[in-house]
């Protein structure tokens, strides 16, 4: 069973009510045991929604002291903290041990986030939901790295992806 962001699979989950489909994630997805998971919308953002961003650290966020600010400049920590936590309790029930999740996300980054200042730019860190599922041992991959165990090897082989940290999109 693997958790990933429901827009990479087409879902029109995005901050501007589009998907970020990548079609060999798609691919691996077929025939396999998956769960669609936006957290930003389990943590009750409408879609779309005015996009945020990641104000100091994500260790900060988890640990109650960081914000995360939408580009109003209004807190949506709550609600980003609340997405975290339901896609932690969705992969405890159904024993899920790895994620694909998309990287430079506020919630679902796992290398990269964008900075704080809505310019584009990113910085080294987790998005909220990667970095509680982290916490609790679960593997989190991005739509780039992934490679996802129980396959046979050609399928293993086929599905794995070298880590590319800062390949930006
Ligand atoms: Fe995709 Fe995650 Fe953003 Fe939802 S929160 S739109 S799943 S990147």
Redo the contacts with the bound molecule.
Sequence with gaps: MIL?????LG?N???NGK??LKYDILELAKGKNII??????LGGLP?PRIPCEIIHSTGEVIDGCGKVLNKRGEDKTEEFLK?AYETLHIAKLYNVKEVI??E??????SNFVYDGTFSGKKKRGD?V?SALLKKHGIIVHNEDNYHIKGGTKDEEKNNSRNLHANNGD
């Excluded at 990933?4 to 990479?8: N, R, T, V």
């Excluded at 430079?104 to 980054?109: F, I, K, L, T």
Aim: glycine fraction near 10%; charged fraction near 10%.
């Design positions: 990933i962001s429901a827009c990479l879902v989950c995005k901050y998907n970020n669609p998971v936006c957290p930003e919308q879609t997405g999740l998309k430079n996300s506020p919630s679902c980054g998005g939901t």
